[in-house]
């Protein structure tokens, strides 16, 4: 890690391609402690899944990567540099983009305006312009339509683009989320259940999805699904009561009798254990 920049405010452009390293991250609350020194690296074009039973602590890690809670210790590091006092209104320009557990759509707009709103950081005038109809340029807001719908396109969703995001399916709302989040084309995606309300066939839909989106961008899935974590991600890192207790391959990870003891409540003996993923 840069030791050199340790006081640095996020960068305002977006690196060609970087880890995104949690170090050491520790946060309580009064006398509960949430995560205990929790180390992460996600690499370009890596999906890295971070899994663990309920209450391990995956929400908080989630919301410290956002900047949504800064850490009592440990540092997030992006392309590098330390980025000492991160927020969440520090994403977009840093090349960083995010979906939550709810999908935050905007009712009273078109799908494809509510993508629209992913790309507003890189385009303010043209945006805000196109949502209200206030004097713009037809150019900057032809250029943001077409980027949208070419995002809406990637994922299958092109014939959602006039519709409001209260007559559609929730599966449907959440892939307008994803679009959204990925139309500025970040380098880092942070998923945090991208795989809640969905089916079986939904969710085997959502994993070629991510794994696609890799050609472009790094990915950071906190999920709770362990077929799709099995299945999508490169390295998984496992939580239980806020410390990491396991990291590697799916095939490390599943076999692990740590993981299998958080997941079934119990000590396993290393002859008697059943595969996480397969229960």
Not at 39 to 60: D, E, F, M, W, Y
Not at 168 to 177: G, H, S
Not at 209 to 230: A, F, N, Y
């Given at each position: 890690?840069?030791?050199t920049?340790?006081?640095?405010?996020?960068?305002?452009t977006?690196?060609?391609?970087?880890d995104?390293?949690?170090?050491?991250v520790s946060v309580?609350?009064?006398?509960?402690v949430?995560?205990n020194?929790?180390?992460l690296?996600?690499?370009?074009g890596?999906v890295?899944?971070?899994?663990g039973?309920?209450g391990?602590?995956?929400?908080?890690l989630f919301n410290?990567?956002c900047?949504f809670i800064n850490?009592?210790?440990?540092?997030i590091?992006w392309a590098?540099?330390?980025q000492a006092r991160l927020?969440?209104?520090?994403?977009?320009?840093?090349?960083?983009?995010?979906t939550?557990?709810?999908?935050?759509?905007?009712?009273g707009?078109?799908?494809?305006?509510?993508v629209?709103?992913g790309?507003?950081?890189?385009s303010?005038a043209?945006?805000?312009?196109?949502?209200?109809?206030?004097?713009?340029s037809d150019r900057?807001e032809?250029a943001l339509?077409?980027r949208a719908?070419?995002?809406?396109?990637?994922l299958g969703?092109?014939?959602l683009?006039?519709?409001?995001?209260p007559?559609?399916?929730?599966p449907?709302?959440?892939?307008v989320?994803?679009?959204?989040?990925?139309?500025a084309?970040?380098k880092l995606?942070?998923?945090?259940e991208p795989?809640?309300g969905?089916?079986?066939?939904?969710?085997?839909?959502?994993?070629d999805?991510v794994r696609s989106?890799?050609?472009d961008?790094?990915?950071?899935?906190v999920?709770h699904?362990m077929?799709?974590?099995?299945?999508v991600?490169?390295v998984?890192t496992?939580?239980?009561?806020?410390?990491?207790?396991a990291?590697?391959?799916?095939?490390?990870v599943?076999?692990?009798?740590?993981?299998?003891?958080?997941y079934?409540?119990?000590?396993?003996?290393?002859h008697d254990q059943t595969?996480?993923?397969?229960?």
């Amino acid at each position: 890690m840069s030791e050199t920049s340790a006081s640095a405010e996020p960068v305002a452009t977006a690196p060609a391609s970087a880890d995104f390293v949690a170090s050491d991250v520790s946060v309580s609350f009064g006398g509960l402690v949430a995560l205990n020194s929790v180390s992460l690296r996600v690499t370009p074009g890596q999906v890295h899944g971070v899994i663990g039973p309920n209450g391990a602590g995956k929400t908080t890690l989630f919301n410290v990567c956002c900047g949504f809670i800064n850490p009592d210790r440990g540092a997030i590091e992006w392309a590098g540099r330390r980025q000492a006092r991160l927020r969440t209104h520090h994403l977009a320009g840093l090349g960083i983009a995010r979906t939550l557990q709810g999908v935050g759509l905007f009712n009273g707009m078109t799908v494809l305006e509510n993508v629209m709103t992913g790309l507003a950081e890189q385009s303010r005038a043209g945006f805000w312009s196109a949502a209200f109809g206030l004097p713009r340029s037809d150019r900057d807001e032809r250029a943001l339509r077409e980027r949208a719908w070419t995002t809406l396109e990637r994922l299958g969703a092109t014939a959602l683009a006039d519709r409001y995001p209260p007559t559609l399916p929730y599966p449907d709302q959440k892939r307008v989320a994803l679009a959204r989040a990925i139309v500025a084309e970040p380098k880092l995606l942070l998923l945090d259940e991208p795989a809640a309300g969905l089916s079986e066939e939904e969710m085997n839909e959502l994993g070629d999805t991510v794994r696609s989106l890799t050609e472009d961008m790094s990915i950071m899935l906190v999920e709770h699904h362990m077929d799709l974590v099995m299945r999508v991600c490169d390295v998984i890192t496992v939580l239980d009561f806020g410390q990491v207790i396991a990291s590697g391959t799916p095939d490390e990870v599943r076999d692990d009798p740590a993981v299998i003891a958080a997941y079934l409540g119990a000590e396993v003996d290393s002859h008697d254990q059943t595969p996480i993923g397969k229960v």
